[in-house]
């Protein structure tokens, strides 16, 4: 999917794979109620702010959303996706990380070995979507991509063994971390500066991208090795989903879609978008520790066997079924 030819070959693909076809008639506009599980305005709330502004622009007359606040403002990130499904919104912007509590599944969204176009022709996604229908919860598209996950410390270590270290989690790599010895802890976004400033943790996991700058005055070193997968994604109240017109739910999709094209070369470790975020790093002192070789293999193994066991453990029966449709 380079370039601008593949990503609309693929899209074209994906929509008449769905088949989304332009509607312009409708019965009148239709506003959503929508809510994000970061603040607004904080790095990794402006993706879901950008396809909000996206789908307003393209929407009037058919579609509005009129995104209420964001999480911890709003309340819980873990609990927003719940208070979706129950009706409190409409339409949420989320990491997977923070509805795993409505969906056990819920972490394959960020395993998988291929990119959304494939997992759109494979049935992957299918499955995922009948799951999250049994919650009332409809699966639009993953609208941003932060890049792989790394571990960001303020001191150095010299291998996979984790044991002495404090660490600020999400439920993303939580497994992880706890099988190569450390301790954890979790922690809201804007807590993250004052827990390495103040030495309660000495590191955390985070996304490449969507990183806040301020974080350079406490962070060091960044653990390579990445792991798993930074997506956010757009849900929308399954009952809500039904009520509207074609139209409406056509625009819905096709917004959705175009972002997640857009965002599958952006955060391709080897990208553009990667590669300045790595050299201004650098270039304020941050220094990368390397797993090569035994540790390497290791670090890589610890990881896919943590989150996976944890699907399976949690979901048997769909998580064999899933793992063959997201892991090569």
């Known amino acids: ?11 074209t693909a994906a929509l008449a794979l769905f088949g989304l076809v332009s509607n312009p008639a409708s019965a009148g506009e239709v506003t959503l109620s929508g809510a994000s599980c970061f603040p607004i305005g904080s790095p990794p709330g402006k993706p879901f702010e950008a396809f909000v502004a996206e789908l307003n622009a393209r929407g009037k007359g058919v579609v509005q959303i009129d995104l209420k606040g ?18 409190a919104y409409d339409i949420v912007g989320c990491p997977e990380a923070y509805f795993g509590n409505v969906l056990p599944e819920a972490p394959v969204l960020r395993f998988s ?8 022709e494979n049935g992957a996604i299918d499955y995922v979507q009948k799951l999250m229908a049994e919650k009332n919860i409809r699966y639009i598209a993953r609208y ?15 291998g996979p063994d984790l044991t002495g270290l404090n660490l600020r989690v999400s439920p993303v790599y939580t497994a992880f971390f706890k099988s190569l010895g450390a301790t954890v802890q979790r922690s ?5 500066y004052t827990y390495m400033e103040n030495n309660t943790v000495q590191g955390y996991g985070w996304p490449a991208l969507g990183w806040n700058p301020a974080w350079l005055k406490v962070t060091k070193f960044r653990v390579e090795p990445g792991f798993y997968r930074a997506s956010l994604h757009a849900l929308i109240n399954l ?3 039904k009520s509207l017109g074609q139209a409406q739910q056509d625009l819905l999709s096709e917004v959705g879609l175009e972002f997640e094209v857009k965002t599958e070369a952006s955060s391709s470790p080897g990208g553009p978008v990667m590669k300045k975020q790595k050299d201004m790093m650098a270039a304020e002192g941050m220094k990368t520790i390397t797993m090569e070789g035994a540790d390497r293999n ?6 896919s066997d943590a989150g996976w066991g944890e699907v399976l453990d949690r979901s048997p ?11 090569k």
């Open 317 to 327: 029966e769909h998580g064999a079924a899933l793992k063959k449709l997201f892991t």
């Open 298 to 303: 290791k670090w890589s193994a610890a990881a």
């Open 188 to 192: 809201n976004y804007a807590q993250v």
């Open 144 to 158: 941003h991509d932060f890049g792989p996950f790394y571990l960001w410390l303020s001191q150095p270590i010299t």
């Open 70 to 87: 964001g999480a911890p403002a709003i309340g819980s990130p873990f609990t927003l996706t719940q208070k979706m499904a129950k009706g």
């Open 239 to 241: 009952k809500k989903w």
């Open 113 to 120: 070995d291929y990119a959304y176009a494939v997992l759109r």
């Open 1 to 11: 999917m380079k370039g601008k030819l593949g990503s609309g070959l693929v899209l």
